[in-house]
T-cell receptor
């Protein structure tokens, strides 16, 4: 099966600019996640979608970050305005809703953001 | 206290050695446990799930101790290709909400 697709792979912006990342999960995976991974740390959950509804966005900095999954398939994560501390890899992952493998995440290759 | 805690290492071991990593978790109601592997500048990939009775996959053995709230990963006969960061993952709050530890870096030396 095709994996989780993410773009762009790399992005360099200046602080206070905006950036958007796109993710297309594995076909049929109802749950989609955005994680932020800062260098030397484990991935931190930003937001979790079940189909097109938000399950958990408690760790999303809502003053500058937003995410949507309008049709329950692909998703966009936006940062506006960016800060230096937003430099990280943004990982998208998907999983099945239920059944075998419901808790198993498949990650995309990530989008590496550098904020100057 | 963090939801999931790991010793970041690094662990530097010779080829053929046995190495073990531990991970502690804070939520006693957690039900799902995993080890993921992350190679340098790559995405995490599932290594193995951790079951209550413990489970083995080739040279890898995972154990769960619910009373002490920790999970472990044992790697026997280490290979150079085992060099990576090993991430402990535990569910929290809901069945599909997973928290990652900071990862333990392993380097296997020739």
């Amino acid at each position: 099966e095709a994996g989780v697709a993410q773009s762009p792979r790399y992005k360099i912006i200046e602080k206070r600019q905006s950036v958007a990342f796109w993710c297309n999960p594995i076909s049929g995976h109802a749950t989609l996640y955005w994680y932020q991974q800062i260098l030397g740390q484990g991935p931190k959950l930003l937001i979790q979608f079940q189909n097109n509804g938000v399950v958990d966005d408690s760790q999303l900095p809502k003053d500058r970050f937003s995410a949507e999954r309008l049709k329950g398939v692909d998703s966009t994560l936006k940062i506006q305005p960016a800060k230096l501390e937003d430099s990280a890899v943004y990982l998208c992952a998907s999983s099945r809703k239920q059944g075998s493998g419901a808790n198993v995440l498949t990650f995309g290759a990530g989008s590496r953001l550098t904020v100057l | 206290r963090k939801e999931v805690e790991q010793d970041p290492g690094p662990f530097n071991v010779p080829e053929g050695a046995t190495v073990a990593f531990n991970c502690t978790y804070s939520n006693s109601a957690s039900q799902s446990f995993f080890w993921y592997r992350q190679d340098c500048r790559k995405e995490p990939k599932l290594l193995m799930s951790v079951y209550s009775s413990g489970n083995e996959d080739g040279r890898f053995t995972a154990q769960l101790n619910r009373a002490s709230q920790y999970i472990s990963l044992l790697i026997r006969d280490s290979k150079l290709s085992d060099s990576a960061t090993y991430l402990c993952v535990v569910n929290f709050r809901s069945a599909n909400n997973l928290f990652f530890g900071t990862g333990t870096r392993l380097t296997v030396i020739p």
